[in-house]
């Protein structure tokens, strides 16, 4: 988890105030996802630590993490491409999970690049206790279901020129409007905490910073 912990650093040191790209293409959408995929071996994970292989580079895997925020950076314009995708198996990286070191396929964070995006408050609701034992958020990509052609390209035919800050108020006040059907599962302080972060977007010019799909 030390190691996760490093590089997580070099989103820091790398990071700097851009916007997303103007114009972005299925090229650079393609190379960035080989970038994701590992040259080394996974390890093994079944403890609370991950042990790694003998020979694994842990020094290369820094142009995986330096690729995911690249592909985070594409904004929206890059979600129509980042969807084939998603059932890539191959692997990526190794980061803390919370609970345990996890293995992530580059599936996955390409699944993520699009969906802490969107919602980057992530899934954890408030209230008291552990988070893990609080009702999830309801989640938009779930309920979206990009394994459906059909729907899937609605929902990219619906993103034409819409800004990732537009669309994450469009997710929020979806989120609000599913957890205000169920008043009596959502505390209050979490449907509170979802409006006032839902009117700083509304005043603000920039998205709030995507999440990363691992622990902090």
């Known amino acids: 988890m030390r190691y996760a912990a490093i590089l ?3 989103f820091v040191i790398v990071t700097s105030v851009c916007g997303a790209q103007e114009t972005v293409d299925k090229e650079t959408v393609d190379s960035l996802v080989a970038r994701l995929a590992s040259k080394n071996k996974p ?3 079944r403890g609370p630590s991950a042990l790694y ?3 694994y580079d842990k020094a290369g895997q820094e142009e995986v993490f330096l690729a995911y925020r690249e592909l985070r950076e594409l904004g929206p314009k890059a979600f129509p491409f980042i969807i084939p995708h998603l059932d890539d198996k191959r692997y990526s990286l190794t ?3 919370g609970a345990a070191d996890v293995n992530f396929t580059v599936g996955q964070l390409c699944f993520s690049a699009i969906d802490l995006q969107l919602q980057p408050y992530k899934t954890y609701s408030r209230g008291e206790g552990d988070p893990r034992n609080r009702p999830r958020r309801p989640h938009y990509l779930s309920k979206l279901d990009l394994r459906d052609p059909e729907k899937t390209q609605n929902w990219i035919n619906s993103l034409e020129n819409k800004t990732l800050l537009q669309l994450q108020i469009e997710v929020l006040e979806w989120v609000i409007e599913a957890e205000s059907k169920e008043r009596t599962k959502y505390p ?3 449907l ?5 972060t839902l009117e700083i977007l509304k005043k603000a010019k920039e998205p709030l910073p995507s999440g990363v799909p691992w622990a902090k």
Request: aromatic share 4%; net charge negative.
């Open 192 to 196: 509170d905490w979802l409006h006032e």
């Open 43 to 45: 390890p093994k994970t």
């Open 8 to 10: 997580i650093t070099l």
């Open 53 to 55: 292989p003998r020979g």
């Open 188 to 190: 209050s302080v979490e």
């Open 95 to 97: 980061a803390d999970g």
